[in-house]
């Protein structure tokens, strides 16, 4: 079995079910890493992506972790502003655990008002708690942005103006600076460290105002892919045109519904502003249930990262903004440690660094490499590109588990269990439409009836023996997605390819050609008459290899 390349780490699972919200956002802008290579992909969709690997310092022989980004933007700072609601409806309910210590108590009432354990303090307290999760990411700033009837971004210095910190940044006080104003803000107020009115509860405008001033302040943050985080527990009206704003800017907007008044269905304004950039919309049942889906949640473009050193890898921790962090254990030497990302798309991506292990008394033998504690060894799945289809989707998946760099499967994943899932477009849930085992040799084969609300495919192998799970896209087929319109005469056949532009097209009747056609942007169209069953396409993909289907 040739060696894999990578996938996915995880199920893809998101905080209960999918829901918009209108409150928090957070914002970020992630670095990009020069000289990493990228592996073409099929899929139109799929955007250049880059992955580093920070400098780990000098660290001795015993644990060492690896970190870095992975990301689809370019640039060389990581912006985040945590955005989130405070209109009326944050008062209730209360008494709920935001602090998540396992009680209710003094601790819950986050921001002082008398008001114990509410909604708003667990938004302020999910905002602090993601942003303790991104204290190592190199190279990232933060900040707050609150809203009700009107919107704000806090101003984090005492002593002039700052709108983005280091996560960590204290400045010489007890708490850092960030977390000082999240607990500042009240209904309708941003206490520090400069006053700022929101206004009230009943103009109805609350998510324009928060999305216009996420995007005037990102707007003022160095290059690099800005990403926000928007809580809330209700809903609003978005405008097209700032709905429009918010799909160019590039920035990247994951949503998070707070209980049964928020809903990520596709009509409302939090499904549409998340899916316009491609991320989530996630419904979150209780808010002491805020603080885990914000930290645990993941890019949506990203699949995993695997970390290989001397041929042991394993896969990454990944936090929602791509940071990345991967467990080594490793004695005394100089080894050069590989980072491949695997995007949604299908793309990959890897990148290198060179890094020393000095030596340490208690520390393993020079040259050893084996995963750090608690860290799970990769996986890949490989997808065969599926054959040629009238369809979108193929319904027949094949193809194979493994290790990368390994060419027998490890004993410890014979007979684990794949999904096959499905999902209408990029940040959607993803749907489980069949499942199996794979056999002694790693392989699977997997069924489904496409629909055509679907457009994405993905095959998950679920986490086994110390080894992570890992997620797969479906290559799209040479020919695909066709559709049949009438016109004077006869019909016009329109089809996906991924062959290049300007490949040859040919449709077929009887051995005699009928019409003829160039590929171009990853279409063709012919044309025909009378019975459509009657034809084939055939297309020469490259090198002289035709690529035939049937109609």
Request: glycine residues 12%; contains cysteine; proline residues 6%.
């Amino acid at each position: 079995m040739a060696p894999f390349v990578q996938g996915r780490s995880g199920t893809g699972r998101r905080v209960s079910s999918r829901t918009r919200v209108t409150g928090a956002l957070v914002a970020l802008t992630i670095g990009a890493t020069a000289g990493a290579v990228v592996t073409p992909t099929a899929h139109a969709y799929a955007a250049a992506a880059t992955v580093s690997i920070d400098s780990p310092g000098s660290p001795a022989a015993g644990p060492v972790t690896l970190s870095g980004t992975v990301t689809a933007a370019s640039g060389t700072v990581t912006s985040v502003l945590y955005v989130y609601d405070t209109t009326d409806s944050t008062a209730a309910p209360t008494h709920s655990d935001c602090s998540g210590n396992g009680s209710v108590g003094a601790e819950d009432d986050l921001n002082a008002d008398g008001n114990l354990g509410d909604v708003l303090d667990c938004e302020i307290s999910g905002a602090m708690a993601l942003n303790r999760s991104l204290v190592s990411n190199s190279g990232l700033q933060a900040g707050v942005v609150a809203f009700a009837d009107d919107a704000a971004a806090a101003d984090l210095d005492p002593h002039g103006t700052a709108t983005f910190l280091p996560p960590g940044f204290t400045g010489g006080d007890a708490a850092p600076r960030i977390e000082t104003a999240a607990r500042s803000v009240t209904r309708g107020h941003i206490g520090l460290y400069d006053p700022k009115s929101l206004g009230g509860s009943g103009a109805g405008t609350a998510f324009n105002s928060a999305i216009r001033v996420a995007l005037d302040t990102l707007a003022t943050a160095p290059a690099g892919p800005k990403w926000v985080m928007f809580l809330s527990d209700g809903q609003a009206a978005i405008d097209d045109a700032l709905l429009g704003r918010l799909a160019q800017s590039g920035v990247k907007l994951r949503s998070f519904g707070i209980g049964a008044g928020a809903t990520c269905a596709k009509h409302s304004s939090l499904y549409k502003m998340a899916a316009v950039t491609g991320e989530a919309c996630s419904i979150v049942g209780h808010p002491s249930l805020l603080g885990a889906g914000l930290v645990g949640s993941q890019p949506d473009s990203v699949n995993g990262v695997n970390v290989t050193i001397k041929n042991v890898s394993v896969s990454a921790q990944i936090n929602a903004v791509g940071g990345w962090s991967a467990a080594f254990n490793l004695g005394a030497g100089t080894y050069t440690a590989s980072a491949t990302a695997i995007m949604a798309s299908g793309a990959s991506v890897t990148t290198h660094r060179t890094i020393t292990v000095g030596p340490s008394a208690n520390g393993p033998a020079p040259g050893t490499v084996s995963p750090g504690a608690g860290a799970l060894r990769a996986t890949v799945v490989k997808v065969s590109r599926p054959p040629a289809s009238r369809d979108a989707l193929p319904a027949k998946v094949v193809g194979r588990v493994g290790v990368p760099h390994g060419h027998a499967l490890p004993t410890r994943l014979k007979r684990s269990k794949v999904l096959l899932q499905a999902r209408p477009a990029a940040g959607d849930d993803w749907t489980t439409v069949d499942r199996g085992r794979i056999d002694r040799q790693g392989r699977f084969h997997l069924t489904w009836r496409p629909k055509s609300k679907h457009s994405l495919l993905r095959v998950t192998l679920l986490p086994r023996n110390g080894y992570a799970g890992t997620s797969a896209a479906v290559p799209s087929a040479p020919i695909s997605a066709c559709k049949v319109s009438s016109r004077p005469g006869g019909w016009n056949l329109t089809c996906l390819t991924t062959a290049p532009d300007h490949s040859s097209v040919r449709l077929v009747k009887g051995g005699a050609v009928v019409d003829r056609a160039r590929t171009q942007g990853g279409t063709f169209r012919l044309h025909g008459s009378g019975a459509v069953s009657k034809y084939t396409v055939d297309l020469v993909a490259g090198s002289g290899r035709h690529v035939r289907l049937p109609l």
